[in-house]
């Protein structure tokens, strides 16, 4: 009796371990804002940070004085409702994603989200040096599942070369007809 306890002792144990370890791995719903955003800078997009998941920990790379990413620079943290109310002044009970250091926050939203006069079309936007900037997620990172590349709703990447082009796909809302011979 008291090894079959001991085994089921340490059969919890395990299980637990386990649990841990896949839940850790993922992160929390922050995870979902690894990838790359841009500003609008004289009426085009140009890249300005970059969201990485190093070690299990946020860090964020900038190209704000170099055409290169820098080293990562600055470590983030999921953003709390004190803090997007903080930040935001926002009391409604809005959806959110974010994260923040001490200089900067990003923050996902539903896009068309308004505030004070500050309107977001895509959904994304950098607060930083008490300056609200609208952002747009240009890439995310591979996909552990598949392994592929997921381009952004504003990347200019092409699909391969076996099927139709992004635009033709969405352009037509159903199939083509043959014509009649």
């Known amino acids: ?63 704000v004085r170099t055409p290169e990413w820098s080293e990562p620079r600055l470590q983030l943290a999921p953003a709390t409702r004190d803090d997007w109310q903080r930040i935001t002044t926002d009391t409604a009970q809005t959806a959110f994603v974010g994260m923040k250091s001490e200089q900067l926050a990003l923050f996902k939203v539903p896009p068309g989200w308004e505030k004070n006069g500050f309107r977001t079309s895509t959904g994304y936007f950098l607060f930083y040096s008490h300056l609200v900037r609208p952002a747009a997620r240009m890439s995310r990172p591979r996909s552990r599942a598949s392994g592929r590349w997921r381009p952004g709703p504003w990347s200019r990447a092409r699909r391969p070369a076996s099927g139709p082009s992004a635009p033709a796909r969405h352009a037509r809302a159903r199939p083509r007809r043959r014509p009649r011979a």
């Open 1 to 63: 009796m008291r090894t079959w306890n001991n085994a089921l002792r340490a059969l919890a144990c395990i299980a637990c371990a386990l649990l841990l370890a896949a839940c850790g791995a993922r992160g929390g719903p922050e995870a979902e804002l690894v990838g790359v955003y841009a500003v609008k800078q004289g009426g085009a997009l140009k890249e300005l940070i970059k969201i990485e998941r190093k070690d299990g920990r946020y860090v964020l790379r900038d190209k």
